[in-house]
């Protein structure tokens, strides 16, 4: 028998002869053993999608990292590809931030991948609006523009998933 190697195959064959005093007798044999694959795993690339991805986009993209991790052969291998984290309920907006190391065992040793997925955040909607603006009467026909330029620049939107407002109106 060859010294073990495991996952190694093994192919043995053995002719055997006997003799006595009035016949002669043989036969053969073989002992084989078959090499396994060695373990593998595989880990999807990192996704990182931008800020405002709708909840469909979002989805669909987690559901192709998940397919994306796999085992594969191996002398009886176990993992943890059971504990990839879930994906949070859609919070329009929210950042996701979500990682997974794939851990692999079998009989001859162990493998590893990990991968990313995220999913940039956006600012919350904030809007601004000037204090009122009260002039006097004898104010020339610039200073009431230049008062009305300023209090009209005060209003501002930020932030926000596309955002619509009706400030250029």
């Known amino acids: 028998m060859p010294e073990f190697v495991c996952g190694g195959g093994v192919n043995l064959a053995f002719g055997l002869t006997a003799t006595d005093d009035c016949t002669s007798a ?3 044999g ?3 053993v078959a090499a396994s694959t060695p ?3 595989d880990c999807p690339t990192d996704v ?3 800020s405002c991805s709708t909840e469909a986009e979002i ?3 987690y559901a192709t990292w998940v397919a994306g991790f796999a085992v594969n052969d191996g002398c ?3 993992s943890n590809i059971g504990d990839i984290p879930a994906l949070p309920a859609f919070d329009c907006g929210n950042a996701v931030s979500l990682s997974f190391t794939l851990n692999a065992q079998d009989d001859c040793g162990g493998a590893s991948c990990s991968a990313s997925f995220n999913v940039a955040g956006e600012p919350d909607l904030v809007i601004a609006c000037p204090a009122p603006v009260a002039l006097g009467s004898s104010l020339t026909e610039q200073e009431i523009l230049d ?3 300023a209090w009209v620049a005060g209003f501002t939107v930020n932030g926000g998933c596309n955002t619509n407002s009706n400030l250029a109106q």
Do not use: E
Request: charged letters at 0%.
């Open 26 to 28: 043989s036969c053969s």
């Open 30 to 32: 073989v002992f084989i």
């Open 39 to 41: 373990l593998t795993v």
């Open 48 to 50: 990182n999608l931008p």
């Open 59 to 61: 989805v669909a993209a």
């Open 76 to 78: 009886n291998a176990t």
């Open 147 to 149: 008062a009305y330029n």
